[in-house]
């Protein structure tokens, strides 16, 4: 067996004091002839939330699985807490807790099972799992429902007894892949303050990937990715203020012929975006008269607004979040 | 292997094992579905063949229903362990089996728990239906009860691993059950449950030879029946019964071992 970890090699050096808590180098990964994932590369601190925002199919799911260690990965790429992943699957496996879209509760089993049964599996038991279950139970507010069947619980219950889960054997790195899909609204903030609430408890690094821009908005750091690609990653108000002050959105029957016009003929830089025009990063709200004098037939509505991470999403890939199917 | 690597080889195999065991007894109607059919098929083929079907080599005053008990038991563990085994194709839509592969598990134990789990619950089946041997007529002391259990648990645990091995691949239950009807169904009408090989044609008797079942259910007649009406009906030796059943379960488990080392859909 190889999942002992006296005769493991030991964990390899970098500079530094300590090494990152994941750290990323050039990662690429092909599903037959798709690339899902094009030279990627990321560093997360210790105590970092990390959020992973991008649309469906941007490759963050396939991210998060090759961390999970379900895909496999090429040597020296990635590092969990120091360690290969590729060349050190069960250690790395005892530094991630993970959470999948997809619930990993079995229904028929109540609560307190789910989380012993989840435990064995750790090679934790007896009374050092009873009360690591116990306690973690008792956090998340479950303590009360622990002998009830999984399956009756709330979605919001259900996603909190998953975390208690992902967290029993106390790993470093959490790993999320889209965690509230199918909460409430009201679920879903409890669950994000559950998240921060852990992460200022103790030195617990969490990568969440998300396509919902508030909860991006939440995190320490976004990663914005887009066809397999890391676009940019920085804190949500660096993102956006790199954007300048404001964004200035027009409507128009004609996007394409008007962005063209405001750059030929007021030196705007504009790009029709979906059906509206979008003026670059640091156009000032001076070129809203120059515009509305020399197109005030054309435009319909002119927006200026606060930069969103939608606007940077927008100003990095050139294209809207949720494109329309077969855009 | 030291205390500490058992552990961690064991304690991932009692999670999955008893697991498997707590959701079959928390759905009430796999119980019935995997132990009513047979019976059902017992009852009516039985009685209705009665004694105008006799197949050579029984003894004065056993009927179809004696004849036909060996087979139903063996169609009670093929449908409890096949069964257990469609399992992984659910774990693997709700996102259970991800929560295991992510986990520091050797995929060895993987296999183990989802098999013994399987055999558990089929053994446990057939064991019920066992205690209805008298109503066909044939005995059951505590030998009989302990004996059909061994051979039980083998043919068990080739079924599970074969279960094992095909559910890991395919990702709709409906797949699952083409396969059930196609094949495992087939392997069971010829393992000798319905008709022996004595009075079936060459070819026939050629499949059945080949057939892993014909084995499972060989080793139970010679414990259930008795050597000399199993060697009249034609079957193996109990010694090359089990030999054969135990090949298979050492063959098909280490087939799937591999299989989940390799990976497979995620």
């Known amino acids: 067996m190889t999942s002992s970890t006296p005769s493991q090699p030991a964990p390899r050096a970098f500079a530094g004091p300590a090494p990152a808590a994941l750290r990323i180098e050039a990662l690429s990964f092909d599903y037959g002839r798709r690339h899902a994932l094009r030279e990627v590369t990321l560093d997360v601190g210790r105590g970092e939330l990390l959020g992973l925002l991008g649309p469906n199919g941007s490759g963050k799911s396939t991210l998060l699985r090759i961390l999970s260690t379900l895909l496999p990965c090429p040597p020296g790429r990635v590092w969990i807490d120091g360690l290969d992943a590729a060349r050190q699957g069960d250690a790395v496996r005892r530094r991630i807790g993970v959470a999948f879209q997809s619930p990993s509760l079995d229904g028929k089993l109540s609560v307190q099972e789910n989380v012993r049964f989840q435990g064995w599996l750790y090679g934790l038991h007896g009374a050092a799992l009873a009360a690591r279950g116990d306690a973690l139970l008792t956090r998340f507010g479950l303590a009360a429902r622990r002998h009830e069947r999984a399956e009756t619980l709330s979605g919001g219950l259900q996603r909190r007894v998953e975390l208690a889960k992902a967290l029993l054997h106390a790993p470093p790195l959490l790993l999320l892949d889209e965690p509230s899909t199918g909460l409430d609204p009201a679920a879903r903030l409890e669950f994000w303050n559950t998240l921060h609430a852990l992460r200022a408890e103790g030195a617990l690094t969490i990568v969440a990937a998300t396509h919902l821009m508030d909860e991006a908005e939440r995190c320490d750091r976004v990663a914005l990715m887009d066809e397999g690609r890391l676009m940019v990653a920085d804190t949500p108000a660096a993102l956006k203020s790199a954007l300048g002050g404001e964004v200035l959105t027009l409507e128009c029957s004609n996007p394409p012929g008007l962005a063209a016009a405001l750059g030929a003929r007021l030196g705007l830089a504009a790009q029709a975006v979906n059906g509206v025009v979008r003026l670059a990063e640091g156009t000032g709200r001076e070129a809203v008269a120059r515009i509305l004098q020399t197109f005030a037939a054309d435009v319909l509505a002119l927006h200026v607004s606060k930069p969103t991470l939608e606007d940077v999403f927008i100003a990095r890939t050139g294209h809207r979040f949720n494109r329309p199917e077969g855009a | ?266």
């Open chain 2, 1 to 266: 292997m030291n205390a500490g690597n058992a552990l961690a080889v064991a304690l991932p195999v009692w999670s999955l094992f008893a697991r498997e065991v707590l959701r079959f007894v928390r759905q009430r109607n796999r119980i019935v579905g995997a132990l009513g059919t047979p019976l059902l098929f017992w009852v009516l083929l039985g009685s209705g063949f009665g004694r105008s079907f006799s197949p050579p080599g029984l003894e004065a005053g056993m009927d179809y229903l004696a004849y036909f008990f060996p087979g139903t038991l063996l169609l009670v563990v093929l449908f409890t362990a096949i069964f257990s085994s469609i399992s992984i194709i659910e774990d693997r839509k709700d996102g259970f089996l991800q929560g295991v592969l992510v986990a520091p598990v050797p995929r060895l134990s993987i296999v183990a728990g989802k098999v013994l789990g399987g055999t558990a619950l089929a053994v446990a089946q057939g064991l019920l239906l066992l205690a209805l041997a008298p109503l066909a007529g044939l005995p059951v002391g505590w030998t009989h009860f302990l004996a059909a259990g061994g051979v039980m648990a083998l043919t068990a645990m080739a079924l599970s691993a074969l279960g094992f091995l095909w559910a890991w691949r395919t990702d709709s239950v409906q797949g699952f059950h083409a396969v059930m009807n196609l094949l495992l169904m087939p392997m069971w009408l010829l393992s000798g449950a319905l008709f022996p090989s004595t009075g079936a044609s060459p070819w026939v008797r050629a499949v059945m030879a080949v057939n892993p079942l014909t084995y499972g259910l060989a080793a139970l007649r010679r414990v259930l029946y008795g050597p000399a009406i199993a060697a009249r009906l034609g079957d193996p030796a109990l010694a090359t019964a089990l030999l054969v059943l135990s090949a298979f379960v050492v063959l098909l488990s280490a087939l799937a071992v591999r299989m989940a080392r390799r990976g497979g859909r995620v």
